[in-house]
């Protein structure tokens, strides 16, 4: 289209006032730069962890070799897991204040049971527990680390509960949470391949004469997923959601403690 050129002015004039507008438009807002940073900050720990530290140990050394041995007549218990166990040292951290049991969180976010398998010995059997409680199984569903594969999960379980056994430390079984979607990978179904996974533990810790402790049948909805009461996000609990597992670990921990 060609533009007379008696216009030419009027037409740079209203094309010079709507630069400004345009180019501000294609410019990131405050919030988006924020978080395209911190999206970039988080993919290089990520690239980071992949190559020097895939496990994530270093995410606890500081702190265990800040924890002083344990106290006589307290019982230490480590809990080991994933975001779930990471959120509930935040969530209720007055629960983690020494009694009945010394509890001591050891969860990292996100993380599968074959990285958790790497770092027991650090964040587990150096750290003197008389129990230990194990929560696995959840990224593993979700398929963090790569397809899942259930004969996987329970083999790293299973090599826990051996470790943790040949140091004279008494385990915990926990099932793994209810969901019925990830919010971060959808469409998994993970809802009856919690189930399934959750009745193999089970299987294997009455095998064993281990304590099962069932956390799915109290925080599970009609659909098998987590209770909106008890987790708003559908996967991690809140403050209300701890507040119903805690008597359950008490019960279990007493129970792992009576085992001969």
Sequence with gaps: MSIPVRLWPAFLLGAALLLPAAARAQQPTAPDAAKKA???AYARQQDYLLRNDWAYLQRYAAA???LPAPKPGVPRVVIIGNSITEGWVKADSA???GKP???VGRGISGQTSGKTLVRFRADVVNLLPAVVVILIGTNDVAENSGPYNPETTLNNLMSMVELAQAHGIRVVLGSVMPAIDFWWRKG????PKIMALNQRIKAYADQH???YLDFHSAMADENQGL???YGEDGVHPNLTGYRVMEPLLNQAVAAALKKK
């Design 38 to 40: 911190a999206d970039e």
């Design 188 to 191: 998994l179904q993970p809802a």
């Design 209 to 211: 004469k281990l304590v």
């Design 227 to 229: 209770k909106k009461v």
């Design 101 to 103: 049991y010394e509890y």
């Design 64 to 66: 265990n070799q800040r």
């Design 95 to 97: 629960f983690f204040g």
